[in-house]
T-cell receptor, first 113, second 113 residues
Framework: AQSVTQLGSHVSVSEGALVLLRCNYS??????LFWYVQYPNQGLQLLLK??????LVKGINGFEAEFKKSETSFHLTKPSAHMSDAAEYFC???????????FGAGTTVTVRA | GAGVSQTPSNKVTEKGKYVELRCDPI?????LYWYRQSLGQGPEFLIY????????DSGLPNDRFFAVRPEGSVSTLKIQRTERGDSAMYLC???????????FGPGTRLTVL
């Protein structure tokens, strides 16, 4: 079975500072990994996904994530936070060619002016 | 084009009542998914439809929960004899097929008093 652990339920950053959200996974087979963002009163939106191609994945809104098999990690970063990045972020995992997403508990990001 | 829509956006009901939650997927998407998100948690898989049939209902918590998709488009999640523990955000997602990106709706927030 696949599972995801997101370290830190809340992260507060200053505008312009680095955003780092941590995600570790466990999977019995090579995983597909995803980061989703959820803005208030909106659905989950896909930021980026890893599907066994390049280990450094670039997504929308300046976010990127690096798949590190040795560390079973898929941390999300953005070099410079913007006020509009305030939202909840979810890491998710599935097996290749599987539809069932397993989500972490989420990390809420607040951005200080 | 239109995304996934869910109605109602909020539903308040009393313990023991019956509720129906509706999901309109993106036109042409054959796969449809229901997830449940409890407060402070990530979404948890409930059921997956491919066309009109429920291909995987392993996430439904008990037999009070049932979902249908009679014409392969709109889906309804039905909950009988609601309990306070059913209070959560119910998310619907759709994809072209079971191997593609899932697009999420804004969710229905169910509150059982």
């Amino acid at each position: 079975a696949q599972s995801v652990t997101q370290l830190g339920s809340h992260v507060s950053v200053s505008e312009g500072a680095l955003v780092l959200l941590r995600c570790n996974y466990s999977s019995s087979v090579p995983p597909y990994l995803f980061w989703y963002v959820q803005y208030p009163n909106q659905g989950l939106q896909l930021l980026l996904k890893y599907t066994s191609a390049a280990t450094l994945v670039k997504g929308i809104n300046g976010f990127e994530a690096e798949f590190k098999k040795s560390e079973t990690s898929f941390h999300l970063t953005k070099p410079s936070a913007h006020m509009s990045d305030a939202a909840e972020y979810f890491c998710a995992v599935t097996k290749s060619n599987d539809y069932k997403l397993s989500f972490g508990a989420g990390t809420t990001v607040t951005v200080r002016a | 084009g239109a995304g996934v829509s869910q109605t109602p956006s909020n539903k308040v009901t009393e313990k023991g009542k019956y509720v129906e939650l509706r999901c309109d997927p993106i036109s042409g998407h054959t796969a449809l998914y229901w997830y449940r998100q409890s407060l402070g948690q990530g979404p948890e898989f409930l059921i997956y439809f491919q066309g009109t049939g429920a291909a995987d209902d392993s996430g439904l918590p008990n037999d009070r929960f049932f979902a249908v998709r009679p014409e392969g488009s709109v889906s309804t999640l039905k909950i009988q004899r609601t309990e306070r523990g059913d209070s959560a955000m119910y998310l619907c997602a759709s994809s072209l097929d079971g191997n593609n990106e899932q697009f999420f709706g804004p969710g229905t927030r169910l509150t059982v008093l």
